[in-house]
């Protein structure tokens, strides 16, 4: 059983940064990696997602150019680099595995989840 913890989370001003982690309970080679969000009252989205080499990464339109997703293979630990926050950036972060493969953007493909860090961005 995999298990996953994010942190990182926080309350932030409008334009500013902030990075998630996420740590893996295993080694997740050959696990693609990704990082999903839900605001309240809405559906979970994808945000970002990297192969289990880290060599390759695909973004939401919506984040493209202001937050990148790496990896740190051996120390299992998957990363989100957050710039430029808006306010509708803010939801519930989630980390999650796919032990299939890596790129899809559906969260139903993925197997195993974190618990979620809250991330706040202020006006």
């Known amino acids: 059983q995999v298990q996953l913890v994010e942190s990182g989370g926080g309350l932030v001003q409008a334009g500013g940064s902030l990075r998630l982690s996420c740590t893996a309970s295993?080694?997740?080679?050959?696990?693609?990696m990704a990082w999903f969000r839900q605001a309240p009252g809405e559906e979970r989205e994808f945000v970002a997602c990297?192969?289990?080499?880290?060599?390759?990464?695909y973004y939401a339109d919506s984040v493209q150019g202001r937050f990148t997703i790496s990896r740190d293979v051996p120390r299992n630990m998957v990363y989100l680099q957050m710039n430029d926050l808006k306010p509708g950036d803010t939801a519930i972060y989630y980390c999650?595995?796919?032990?299939?493969?890596?790129?899809?953007?559906?969260?139903?493909?993925?197997?195993?989840w974190g618990q979620g860090t809250q991330v706040t961005v202020s006006s």
């Open positions: 999650a595995a796919d032990t299939t493969t890596w790129g899809r953007k559906e969260a139903q493909n993925y197997d195993f």
């Open positions: 295993i080694r997740m080679n050959g696990y693609g």
């Open positions: 990297i192969s289990w080499s880290g060599r390759a990464s």
